[in-house]
């Protein structure tokens, strides 16, 4: 007797902080995610440091031995200086001095790295009216970019996801729930296909020191805004119609992200995740919404009805793929 009532006492905490039990969960994964991450990216690419560390330390004894007249600390700070001029993306190489990192269409590549927010991070602001620039660039143009994203994605999936699903919906009768699954599933491989298999054949080709894996990606590492910066296209010795070149990876790049944003947007409306959402969210309090509706000046019987009446012919306006038929037409109908 005391087991059982222990035990629906336990189901009803369970159930009345499900919410919270969920997202404890969630917290939980996502840290053992992070760690399982960094347990495979430490075993799989530690021994390839290890080696590389070798390998430059033979190579730098091996110059001090050739070269007796340079002391090792002459070499440190050559390297050094070496390194900080690359790390703003200015090479000492001379197969690669013919390259401009702040022409225009370079320039252009990357105002839209910093508004998409992918920082690919191999050109950076070298004076200081740069960098405070670049801040108040930012500080205005992500806002505005992400308000520019919305809306385009905003009028894009009417046509491209919500249309198309209500026809196969209303003119066949199929499951709306089916129907958007399959919509979704076909929408995800065209764009994998236009916007990473096939960019990343045509990078492998143009691209002299990237195979298809590579290409690939720079793709993803591109269009997911993670930007590395280990990969970036057009940087190449004497890059044929590099100017060229570099607007067309810019309006791929955009293109690219409001093509990534619509599948997200599209896989984000599915009925079974919009249910497996819910599981993470706080539910809200019935009894502050009905204070709220109760305290609203406009609650009356007629403002509702009036606002349900007008709702209805704005959904009907508005429902594509639907005839409307008038009155008269349903009068003589019934009269014949």
């Known amino acids: 007797m005391l087991q059982s009532l222990a035990g629906s006492s336990c189901v009803r905490l369970v159930e009345q902080h499900r919410s919270a039990w969920c997202f404890a969960l969630l917290v939980l994964g996502y840290l053992l995610y992070l760690v399982f991450g960094a347990v495979v990216f430490s075993s799989v690419e530690l021994p390839y440091e290890d080696l590389l560390r070798q390998e430059l330390a033979k ?3 091996r110059f001090l031995e050739d070269h007796a007249c340079l002391s090792e600390e002459q070499l440190e700070q050559f390297l050094m ?3 900080e ?3 703003y993306g200015v090479s000492v190489l001379s197969n690669a001095s013919g390259n401009w990192n702040w022409d225009f269409t370079s320039s252009l590549f990357f105002a839209s790295t910093v508004l998409s ?3 690919y991070g191999h050109t950076v602001p070298l004076s200081d009216g740069g960098k405070a620039f670049c801040i108040i660039y930012s500080v205005i143009g992500i806002p505005f970019t992400l308000l520019f994203l919305t809306a385009v994605v905003q009028r894009i999936i009417v046509y491209v996801t919500r249309r198309p699903v209500l026809y ?3 003119r066949w009768g199929f499951s709306k729930q089916v129907v958007a699954i399959i919509h979704a599933m076909v929408l995800g491989f065209i764009t994998v296909s236009f916007f990473f298999l096939i960019p990343a054949a045509i990078f492998s080709v143009l691209e002299d020191d990237w195979n298809f894996l590579e290409s690939f990606y720079f793709c993803f590492i591109s269009l997911s805004t993670i930007g590395l910066g280990d990969y970036v296209p057009g ?3 004497n890059q044929k119609f590099r100017e060229l070149y570099k607007i067309g990876i810019t309006c791929y790049l955009l293109m690219g992200l409001i093509a990534m944003l ?3 947007e599209t896989f984000c409306e599915l009925h079974e995740l919009k249910k497996f959402r819910k599981l993470f969210y706080v539910k809200k309090d019935k009894e502050e919404d009905q204070v709220h509706i109760m305290e609203h000046d406009q609650l009356s019987f007629s403002s509702i009805s009036d606002q349900a009446a007008s709702m209805k012919d704005d959904q009907k306006a508005n429902e594509p793929f639907v ?3 008038s009155p008269t037409s349903n009068d003589s109908s019934l009269n014949n």
């Open 59 to 61: 190579l730098k004894q």
């Open 117 to 119: 927010t992918t920082g």
């Open 81 to 83: 200086r070496v390194l």
């Open 323 to 325: 005839n409307s038929q």
């Open 235 to 237: 940087e190449g010795y």
């Open 262 to 264: 619509v599948v997200l």
């Open 168 to 170: 196969f919906h209303i």
């Open 85 to 87: 001029a690359s790390n």
